[in-house]
């Protein structure tokens, strides 16, 4: 029997199919496929919620709120598509059905990585708005407006696409695998170097505040806002961080050492892990900021009438407040 397992191997595109594998790693390939289906609908739901919020909330009527619709609608569609088809995939991998293995797996493959980039890209480009804002003071809304917000999002999304298309096409797999590690690696250097930079910035803003004359409160609650948002960015980009890169190590072990049925039972789990991100972003932008909290109590519960905090507990302030001023 395992010699005719053995030979159970077939190609779907650049993917292996190997019946003997996916036999030893069953147990694994079982639990990632429930797991799978746990976070599905709270990875659509909350992403769902999320939009709806801030689409009600009129501290979130502002460019860089596009930055967020485009963070949770790769999320979404992480939810939407990439999930189920991971679950089809390994049903089919389980019950040898090697026409749905193959089309959901390049499905995966291509979605999934589209998504995955654009989502590590929109996080950079808050950590760069950010930076902006606290840095620009009274020019930050001149410099950054809808069009250009709108600009730049729409460009992330193509040049992923760009990426996964052209990866095709080149037949050394460690090229590919050095390409995507330098974007990885740049990606979150630039994240840190911009809230480093910004956090800097207003701890030294709120000791100028703390010296200054006159009225201060106002400021005082702008620039504690504004580092509210940072830590909740912060958390965000740190968690995703934790979800992919189990995922990563996984797909690079196999690239170096060889696919085995070990490698491909950790790569399963900890490409579910990965997918959880899509239901714990939304999560921690409700727990961290009360504007959006609040507003997605009204979406769940709107006759009770619950009543908005005060504008000192809006995660993002308006646009007509979402400066800084300079000091010295």
């Known amino acids: 029997m395992d010699g005719n397992i053995s030979s159970m191997t077939r190609h779907c595109f650049f993917l292996v199919y190997d019946s003997k594998r996916i036999l030893l790693a069953r147990d694994a390939y079982i639990a990632a496929a429930v797991i799978n289906c746990i976070t599905l609908l709270p990875a659509i739901i909350l992403n769902v919620l999320l939009m709806m919020a801030m689409y009600r909330s009129p501290a979130f009527r502002k460019p860089s709120t596009l930055l967020l619709y485009s963070l949770s609608s790769s999320d979404l569609l992480i939810g939407l598509i990439v999930q189920p088809a991971y679950i089809a995939k390994k049903v089919g991998e389980l019950t040898d059905n090697f026409n749905l293995y193959c089309q959901n797996a390049f499905l995966i493959y291509n979605f999934g990585k589209v998504l995955t980039g654009v989502s590590f890209l929109t996080l950079t480009l808050i950590s760069v708005d950010r930076y ?14 809808n069009y250009r917000v709108g600009f730049v999002i729409a460009l992330s999304w193509l040049f992923m696409i760009a990426i996964i298309i052209t990866q095709h096409f080149i037949p050394n797999r460690a090229t590919v695998f050095i390409l995507i590690a330098l974007l990885i690696g740049s990606c979150v250097a630039i ?5 480093v930079m910004a956090l800097h910035k207003i ?32 958390w965000v980009f740190v968690v995703f961080l934790l979800c992919y890169t189990p995922y990563m190590v996984a797909t690079t072990l196999a690239a170096v050492i060889g696919e085995t049925a070990s490698i491909w039972s950790a790569e399963s789990l900890c490409g579910v892990i990965a997918y959880s991100h899509s239901c714990l972003n939304p999560a921690i932008l ?43």
């Not at 994240?191 to 809230?195: A, D, K």
Request: proline share 5%.
């Open 286 to 328: 409700f727990w961290r900021m009360a504007e959006i909290r609040n507003a997605g109590k009204n979406i769940l519960m709107p006759k009770s009438k619950i009543k908005l905090k005060d504008q000192s507990q809006i995660s993002i302030p308006d646009k007509t407040v979402e400066t800084i001023p300079k000091f010295g």
């Open 191 to 195: 994240t840190t170097i911009c809230y």
């Open 203 to 234: 701890r030294r803003q709120k000791n100028a505040i703390r010296l200054a004359s006159g009225p201060r409160s106002q400021l005082q609650a702008n620039t504690a806002r504004y580092k509210k948002f940072i830590i909740t960015m912060i």
């Open 132 to 145: 902006l804002l606290v840095t620009s003071g009274i020019d930050y809304p001149t410099k950054v407006t």
